[in-house]
């Protein structure tokens, strides 16, 4: 088998496919040797004219691949190729599988029980709210949470894993040393301690729109499932659960009011039944067979006591849907001041959960 510097180098060639590079890599020729290949032999192996006219030289493509070594040493992270055993074999199986994987923190350990969840970059409180739901309750059953680091539905499932301490990765259609915005690049220093961003990009390498799609073959490729929480008719979510279907995967989709814009691509999976429908967690762990204890319920009035009377009313008036504080004015009849401290005081308790704009549910 070639080194990695070698197979890094065959991925670096214009134009090659990731069929081809498989094959010039299993062809069993040192890549020095590869470039004195006539051009019919190199066509056999599956590289396509421009390809081939761009192999006159291996030094370009061998000293690339030794300053990319060099990068993934520099930032604590390593390059995995298809035939390292620490390859996920589940991302073996899928078609044009990545050659190679940058891989910044701990892989191995994720890739037993995956699930990817995945949705719109501007969620609506439900999808917010749903995201998490999901993405902690996976926690919980010891399954890794694949996603793909955007704003929206992905960072909100990221950050739910984080919170629960449980497994997440991250799958970006970047570099690893450039991830971006600023608060991506933060949520992936975390990531990293926790699970892993891999990506198939080279360091360097800044994220182009044409990257996104292909980023997400690898997050259901890494996953037994895919759950699609919130989007459109043409979101990135949708795309994930085409590659997961090509892929023999799952995919499960979370329904949505049906005027909602954003829900518009669920409920499409539904009703055509490229999805399965879900309306929990549990819904999804148990089709997979990943089983874990049923979800604890909080019987009526735990965690009341020590609550003075207004904290009660308001905590008796909070429910799983997110109020604002007008309305709980309205409702418990107290001033502005006097809720905001008592709902201050409930979620210091660990009772109450406040959102932004002002939004209040029960935990």
Known sequence: MLSIQEILAITYIPGITSNAARALAECGAAFDDLVRFPAADLALLGLRRAAIEAITSPDPYLERASEQIECARALGARILH????GFPAMLREIYAPPIVLHVWGELECCVDRAI?????????MYGHLTAERYAARFAAADVTVVSGLARGIDSYAHNAVLKAGGRTLAVVASGLDQIQ???????????????AVVSEYPFGVKALRPYFPQRNRIISGLAAATVVVESDERGGGMITAGFALDQNREVFAVPGPVLAEKSRGTNLLIRTDRARLTQSPDDVLDALGFHIAPETVVPPGA????LTAFELQLYELLGPEPQHVDMLCERSGMGAGDVLVNLLSLEFKGLVRQLAGKLFLRV
């Open 303 to 306: 965690g009341r006591d020590g």
């Open 116 to 124: 990817a969840v995945v949705g719109t970059r501007s969620a609506s």
């Open 181 to 195: 915005p600023a608060h991506a690049a933060a949520l992936a220093r975390r990531i990293a301690e926790r699970g």
């Open 82 to 85: 298809f035939w390292t055993d």
